[in-house]
């Protein structure tokens, strides 16, 4: 399971000019899953996404998470993370879970990190999504729970 973190001042996702969630300061996380995750991904990528400390303290060091600063979260599903460009120009995606598996695991991941109480908006699985983001800093982190 894959999670692109990207620390915003604010951000949103509209489906078909209707605003579907909007979050202020916080993570936009954009979440691929592959075919061999599962809820051990989940629970790791939860954790380590609500105790990851990006956010300045009060000396302006990064040292706080978000729990820490009360932050909100955006989460979108994004099969691309999983992008194979080894041959061509077109990437090929047999990497990603089919629909069924990712529905099933991007939801699990959204009521985990619920529990965990954070608020929580999402875009809509599946959906042609716009999504708008001012970020902070910029701040970009890459978790993949292969990787731990």
């Known amino acids: 399971m894959r999670a692109l973190i990207q620390r915003v001042k604010r951000g949103s996702v509209s489906i078909d000019g209707r605003l579907k969630g909007e979050i202020g300061s916080g993570y936009v996380l954009l979440l691929g899953v592959g075919r061999e995750d599962g809820e051990d991904d989940i629970a790791y990528l939860v954790r380590k996404t609500v105790n990851l400390r990006i956010f300045a303290d009060g000396d302006g060091k990064i040292n706080l998470s978000l729990r820490d600063t009360g932050g909100q979260m955006l989460i979108i599903s994004q099969f691309t993370l999983y992008a194979d ?9 047999e990497p990603a879970a089919p629909p069924e598996q990712a529905a099933r695991l991007y939801e699990r991941f959204v009521a985990a990190m ?6 929580v908006q999402t875009g809509e699985f599946g959906a042609d999504m716009t999504v708008e983001i001012i970020n902070d800093g910029p701040v970009t982190i890459m978790l993949d729970s292969r990787a731990r």
């Open 114 to 119: 619920r529990a965990e109480g954070v608020p």
């Open 85 to 93: 460009t080894s041959r061509g120009n077109r990437p090929g995606f």
